[in-house]
């Protein structure tokens, strides 16, 4: 099992440049390399889920390098639960782009989706704060691209904001992780964890620098207020199945905070309630803002993110407690989130390709083609995300009542965004669905139907699922919350994390090292032999190192020393 925790990274890492350089000009082609590739990333997930379920956190070490030096990726329940969720959502996206025909407006879209699954599940695998930056940027980069897919003037301005401010938010965490390594001497995340438990109080005030910063980069990331200015313009023009991928987006950066704020830096631990006290305040301005945004909103596109904004609060409104049990009710809120805004993303891309003229303006337009199914998505989305009964985001905000009972600001908050948000979709829905009724249009005034749709019922069936995976997630809440349950208690048993990456790594190291001296030692008495017996060349040729003035024994230690770095160092 060990080698294929780094299976996820490989697969669209190896598939992605293939689908550019063999499959550049056969759009069919990607199309199947695409959907094959997806398809095994679920069964991979659905694999390392089972395998996670069962066993303590499980390593895999690039070039069998030890930990703090080499690489690591670490695959526990949280990272395991990840992996499916994106997979699951990669893969329902390459049908809808597919079957809307929106894969075929721009070049390389089956690739970039590719590097932009290589970069997700390499941040949520990797066990090195340095690794969390280097595939923010992979998924970064793929992400600038299927942002201004199909092209657009609006599309591209937007593109551009999203590029700047996510360089701005990367050359915050480089400054992070400059500081906590000049404080701590490693970005290995177990080891860190170790390092900064056992810091002095009065030598931590960087290592609170350090990690405040890394709170700030990762609010950027999640849409934390007041860093979510980025996210309404930018998912509402995105292309639609690209929004509908960026629901996980946000994802990654609330799972960076749980990751860190959990292992590195508990509230417990030497940096106190640093993450708390900044997290709980930013949850409830997230949320007030991110509902009242669903009921200002002119159009449908900039209501559903508004509502994404408004599902970061009040996910983080659980995780900002730090409890076990408020916990795994955030995590349930933020599984209900991703597939339910996903879902809300494609059917905002569904009426838009068949409104015309009108788009997704709150304005009076005819009957559109598939009006009537499109409406049901709607409201069975809309319940959902508003948090009304009887679908899952009713029951993950039950689950956070339930676990902050007590805390009656919080109650209050919650509440009463939902009533907000319960009148914001009502009047969008009124407005784009229910109004068009009493509109009159002559035949040729209706609005046409999408352009380039290659299989319109893909389209519609790939955003069902999403639907039902919300069903689904409110039928199985039962054992959906017990397993749940059991990742939060992973979490907050951080020596399990770091014994699985730490422990046994200085033995092995040691022995790495001995039989790294040993091979080396044997090599230079081979050497000597074949010099006495005249087969190793003349023994008058100059000793290279000797030719800088330097005994030919101490240029060898030298060299068995910088082989052997790793292991010995440690």
């Given at each position: 099992?060990?080698?294929w925790i780094i299976a996820p990274v490989l697969i669209p890492a190896m598939l992605a440049p293939l689908i550019v350089l063999w499959m550049r000009y056969d759009l069919v082609t990607q199309r199947v390399a695409s959907i094959l590739g997806m398809s095994a990333l679920v069964v991979l997930a659905i694999v390392l889920m089972t395998s996670a379920s069962m066993n303590p956190p499980e390593v895999y070490r690039l070039?069998?390098?030890?930990?703090?030096?080499?690489?690591?990726?670490?695959?526990?329940?949280?990272?395991?639960?990840?992996?499916?969720?994106?997979?699951?959502?990669?893969?329902?996206?390459?049908?809808?782009?597919?079957?809307?025909?929106?894969?075929?407006?721009?070049?390389?879209?089956?690739?970039?989706?590719?590097?932009?699954?290589?970069?997700?599940?390499?941040?949520?695998?990797?066990?090195?704060?340095?690794?969390?930056?280097?595939?923010?940027?992979?998924?970064?980069?793929?992400?600038?691209?299927?942002?201004?897919?199909?092209?657009?003037?609006?599309?591209?301005?937007?593109?551009?904001?999203?590029?700047?401010?996510?360089?701005?938010?990367?050359?915050?965490?480089?400054?992070?992780?400059?500081?906590?390594?000049?404080?701590?001497?490693?970005?290995?995340?177990?080891?860190?964890?170790?390092?900064?438990?056992?810091?002095?109080?009065?030598?931590?005030?960087?290592?609170?620098?350090?990690?405040?910063?890394?709170?700030?980069?990762?609010?950027?990331?999640?849409?934390?207020?007041?860093?979510?200015?980025?996210?309404?313009?930018?998912?509402?023009?995105?292309?639609?199945?690209?929004?509908?991928?960026?629901?996980?987006?946000?994802?990654?950066?609330?799972?960076?905070?749980?990751?860190?704020?959990?292992?590195?830096?508990?509230?417990?631990?030497?940096?106190?309630?640093?993450?708390?006290?900044?997290?709980?305040?930013?949850?409830?301005?997230?949320?007030?803002?991110?509902?009242?945004?669903?009921?200002?909103?002119?159009?449908?596109?900039?209501?559903?993110?508004?509502?994404?904004?408004?599902?970061?609060?009040?996910?983080?409104?659980?995780?900002?407690?730090?409890?076990?049990?408020?916990?795994?009710?955030?995590?349930?809120?933020?599984?209900?989130?991703?597939?339910?805004?996903?879902?809300?993303?494609?059917?905002?891309?569904?009426?838009?390709?068949?409104?015309?003229?009108?788009?997704?303006?709150?304005?009076?337009?005819?009957?559109?083609?598939?009006?009537?199914?499109?409406?049901?998505?709607?409201?069975?989305?809309?319940?959902?995300?508003?948090?009304?009964?009887?679908?899952?985001?009713?029951?993950?905000?039950?689950?956070?009542?339930?676990?902050?009972?007590?805390?009656?600001?919080?109650?209050?908050?919650?509440?009463?965004?939902?009533?907000?948000?319960?009148?914001?979709?009502?009047?969008?829905?009124?407005?784009?669905?229910?109004?068009?009724?009493?509109?009159?249009?002559?035949?040729?005034?209706?609005?046409?139907?999408?352009?380039?749709?290659?299989?319109?019922?893909?389209?519609?069936?790939?955003?069902?699922?999403?639907?039902?995976?919300?069903?689904?997630?409110?039928?199985?809440?039962?054992?959906?919350?017990?397993?749940?349950?059991?990742?939060?208690?992973?979490?907050?048993?951080?020596?399990?994390?770091?014994?699985?990456?730490?422990?046994?790594?200085?033995?092995?190291?040691?022995?790495?090292?001995?039989?790294?001296?040993?091979?080396?030692?044997?090599?230079?008495?081979?050497?000597?032999?074949?010099?006495?017996?005249?087969?190793?060349?003349?023994?008058?040729?100059?000793?290279?190192?000797?030719?800088?003035?330097?005994?030919?024994?101490?240029?060898?230690?030298?060299?068995?020393?910088?082989?052997?770095?790793?292991?010995?160092?440690?």
């Amino acid at each position: 099992m060990e080698h294929w925790i780094i299976a996820p990274v490989l697969i669209p890492a190896m598939l992605a440049p293939l689908i550019v350089l063999w499959m550049r000009y056969d759009l069919v082609t990607q199309r199947v390399a695409s959907i094959l590739g997806m398809s095994a990333l679920v069964v991979l997930a659905i694999v390392l889920m089972t395998s996670a379920s069962m066993n303590p956190p499980e390593v895999y070490r690039l070039g069998n390098w030890e930990p703090p030096y080499g690489i690591v990726l670490v695959l526990d329940r949280l990272s395991a639960l990840m992996l499916l969720l994106t997979s699951i959502l990669g893969l329902v996206i390459v049908l809808y782009a597919i079957g809307s025909g929106w894969d075929k407006r721009g070049w390389h879209f089956h690739s970039l989706m590719q590097f932009q699954m290589m970069g997700i599940n390499g941040a949520f695998l990797t066990g090195d704060a340095f690794n969390l930056f280097v595939f923010f940027e992979v998924l970064l980069i793929a992400s600038y691209g299927l942002m201004i897919h199909g092209g657009g003037r609006a599309r591209l301005k937007s593109g551009v904001q999203y590029v700047v401010y996510n360089l701005a938010g990367s050359t915050l965490f480089l400054f992070a992780l400059g500081t906590i390594y000049a404080t701590a001497g490693t970005l290995n995340m177990a080891d860190l964890a170790v390092k900064v438990a056992q810091m002095p109080v009065e030598q931590t005030a960087l290592i609170k620098v350090g990690a405040a910063l890394l709170m700030v980069v990762f609010a950027v990331k999640a849409a934390l207020v007041p860093l979510q200015f980025w996210l309404p313009a930018t998912y509402t023009n995105a292309p639609g199945p690209v929004a509908a991928l960026f629901a996980i987006m946000t994802k990654v950066g609330t799972y960076a905070i749980v990751r860190v704020y959990t292992l590195i830096f508990p509230i417990t631990g030497t940096t106190g309630t640093l993450a708390h006290d900044i997290l709980l305040p930013a949850a409830f301005l997230t949320l007030a803002i991110g509902m009242i945004g669903i009921f200002g909103a002119r159009d449908l596109g900039r209501t559903v993110a508004y509502a994404v904004i408004g599902s970061v609060g009040t996910m983080m409104l659980g995780f900002a407690q730090f409890t076990q049990g408020a916990t795994s009710a955030g995590l349930y809120y933020m599984v209900h989130s991703t597939l339910v805004a996903a879902a809300m993303f494609l059917i905002a891309d569904l009426v838009r390709e068949r409104r015309g003229r009108w788009g997704l303006g709150y304005t009076d337009a005819p009957l559109m083609k598939n009006h009537g199914l499109m409406a049901g998505m709607f409201f069975v989305g809309a319940i959902a995300m508003a948090g009304m009964p009887p679908l899952s985001g009713f029951l993950g905000k039950l689950m956070i009542l339930d676990a902050t009972r007590g805390q009656w600001a919080l109650w209050a908050t919650v509440l009463v965004t939902s009533l907000i948000a319960i009148v914001g979709y009502a009047r969008a829905g009124s407005q784009v669905f229910w109004r068009s009724y009493a509109v009159e249009a002559e035949e040729d005034e209706l609005p046409p139907g999408p352009k380039d749709a290659s299989a319109p019922g893909l389209a519609f069936t790939a955003t069902g699922i999403l639907l039902a995976g919300s069903v689904a997630l409110t039928v199985l809440a039962g054992p959906a919350s017990n397993w749940l349950q059991g990742t939060a208690a992973q979490l907050f048993t951080p020596s399990q994390y770091i014994d699985a990456v730490l422990a046994g790594a200085e033995e092995r190291a040691q022995e790495a090292a001995k039989v790294g001296a040993h091979e080396h030692g044997h090599m230079e008495v081979s050497e000597e032999m074949q010099a006495e017996d005249g087969h190793g060349g003349d023994t008058g040729v100059a000793d290279p190192h000797a030719a800088d003035g330097q005994p030919a024994g101490q240029t060898d230690t030298h060299s068995e020393t910088g082989q052997d770095a790793p292991a010995a160092a440690h």
